[in-house]
């Protein structure tokens, strides 16, 4: 406890302890700011402010509670309740410290009382993110609250950034790989009448492609044979 006593040069009685209501603004400059007179206790005396609360002047009965997004992080605090960073938050008034956000969650701006969901297409591995990152080429992910990516299977493709799908190969085309930018044109010789697909079909004996990325192989001409691949 902190106790004031301050002396009284208008009579002759000496030192004067003053009271709660006559001290008024004169405890601040004597215990500075961050103390209050607590009824529980002798009125000539203060008691710190607890973490998650503020007294920015003197002469207050009470503490006040740091609003939601905000906190006090020590006692006796006597300045304004700090706002949490960005990445944090504190959903409760009287907070003492603030909160990372989640994998998959952000806050960009200081002073939030809760994170936003990363978008589709969007995501946020680590915690304590201000922002969430776009889901790279050959990757994408169809859902709020993302922590990953998920590569792009066989078949398909994604060659924009931050695709919340994958895009299925073309006519003509495959993905036998997975995580792709683009798929790749059948080979003369083959085709692909279907979209979707991880690899192409070889023509049967007697036909024939004449260009790569074919959806069908076409006859050969009289005189003209093609064998069977073995």
Known sequence: WKYATFTDTQTPKGDVTFTFDNLKNQV???????YFDSS?????????CTRGKHSTKGGRRECIECAIGRYAPEINWGEECLACGTGYYAPANGSSSCTACAAGLYSNAPGASDCSRC?????????AASACFFCDFGQAVN??????CSLC????????????????????????????????PCLQG?????????????CEGGKHTNAVGQVQCDMCSAGQFRPVES
């Open 190 to 202: 083959y085709f692909v009448d279907t979209t979707g697909s991880a690899s192409c079909v070889a």
């Open 143 to 148: 859902e709020y609250a993302a922590a990953i």
């Open 28 to 34: 601040d400059e004597t215990f500075g700011s961050g």
């Open 153 to 184: 299977a066989a078949g398909k493709y994604s060659n924009i950034s931050g695709a919340a799908v994958c895009f299925d190969c073309q006519l003509g085309t495959f993905g036998s790989g997975v995580g792709l930018k683009d798929c790749f």
């Open 40 to 48: 529980s206790h002798q009125e000539d005396s203060c008691v710190s």
């Open 119 to 127: 978008e589709p297409g969007k995501f946020s591995t680590f915690p």
